[in-house]
């Protein structure tokens, strides 16, 4: 008797993890929005500690083969919109790896009492993307200019990357069939 009575709550637990394993594997990869509009393709997910922080790409259908870094970022100084236009330092983490790549703040916007920041303008060597796909998460943070770091609640976020290699192929699907559909109407 003592021995199923330890066996089945191990059995339970094993279930269990079994479970929620399988349920946050699920949700990760519900996580990935793929959007078309305006001539590009975004494919991104939202931040671990704000959901309205992003990581992904952009690619242009006229280039589906390129991959264009996109973060939106937010904090609620209004003293952000100044630093439109300025080149911004994030550190990317993927695993061991730690890179230092600038990007532009494109534009400041307001919802609400929030600024939500855009950085981008940087295309993404495949080594990168083929980092991404060997891990499960990256961290971000916003690193210089120091007086724009002192001015954000959080500097920091970690965006799931698990399922980027399914999301990836299917953001190029699209970017592909876009690019046909967009020459057949201007040969038209």
């Known amino acids: 008797m003592y021995y199923q009575y330890i066996t089945l709550p191990k059995w339970v ?3 269990f993890l079994l479970l929620f394993a399988n349920a946050d594997t699920l949700e990760n990869r519900s996580n990935w929005s793929i959007i078309s509009q305006n001539g590009y393709i975004k494919y991104s997910v939202h931040g671990n500690r704000i959901y309205g922080h992003q990581f992904g790409f952009l690619k242009k259908i006229s280039h ?6 996109w973060i939106t970022w937010s904090g609620l100084d209004n003293a952000l919109s100044s630093f439109e236009g300025q080149d911004i330092i994030i550190e990317m ?12 703040l494109l534009a400041v916007s307001t919802i609400g009492t929030t600024k939500v920041l855009l950085l981008s303008n ?3 060597d495949r080594t990168l993307i083929e980092q991404l796909h060997k891990s499960r998460a990256v961290h971000i943070q916003i690193i210089s200019p120091l007086s724009l770091v002192q001015k954000l609640d959080i500097t920091a976020d970690i965006f799931d990357v698990t399922n980027i290699l399914n999301i990836e192929g299917s953001a190029q699907k699209k970017c592909l069939q876009e690019q046909i559909f967009f020459n057949k109407k201007i040969s038209s």
Do not use: Q
């Open 13 to 15: 637990l094993f279930f």
């Open 64 to 69: 589906c083969d390129d991959n264009i870094l």
């Open 93 to 104: 983490t993927i695993g061991d790896l730690k890179k230092e790549i600038t990007t532009s």
């Open 122 to 124: 940087v295309f993404v």
